[in-house]
Nanobody, 113 residues
């Protein structure tokens, strides 16, 4: 019943920006911690960012600190990931997560010239 639908991925040049969205349904969105994870080719899935239920606390992987911002709009049941100054190493499939173990289908982000 939990459904998480990511959107906003695509191809972007190094230094560019993308904003990912995750539309959530099937649960009380406003009381759950939400997160973004990513999996690059040949690598393990890794945490990108977390945000607590009210948006008061966030956590980021060191590799994206100061470049990515996670946010949420509880009125819209949506969590966002603003990605700035993208680098080729950010290329991955990005997944939305509802704590502890619900996942979206993923959206591809490719950073390339």
């Amino acid at each position: 019943q939990v459904q998480l639908v990511e959107s906003g991925g695509g191809l972007v040049q190094p230094g560019g920006s993308l904003r990912l969205s995750c539309a959530a349904s099937g649960f009380i969105f406003s009381i759950y911690t939400m997160g973004w994870y990513r999996q690059a080719p040949g690598k393990q899935r890794e945490l990108v960012a977390l945000i607590t239920s009210g948006g008061g606390s966030t956590n980021y992987a060191d590799s994206v600190k100061d470049r990515f911002t996670i946010s949420r709009d509880n009125a819209k049941n949506t969590v966002y990931l603003q990605m700035n100054n993208l680098k080729p190493e950010d290329t991955a499939v990005y997944y939305c997560n509802k704590f502890p173990n619900s996942w979206g289908q993923g959206t591809q982000v490719t950073v390339s010239s």
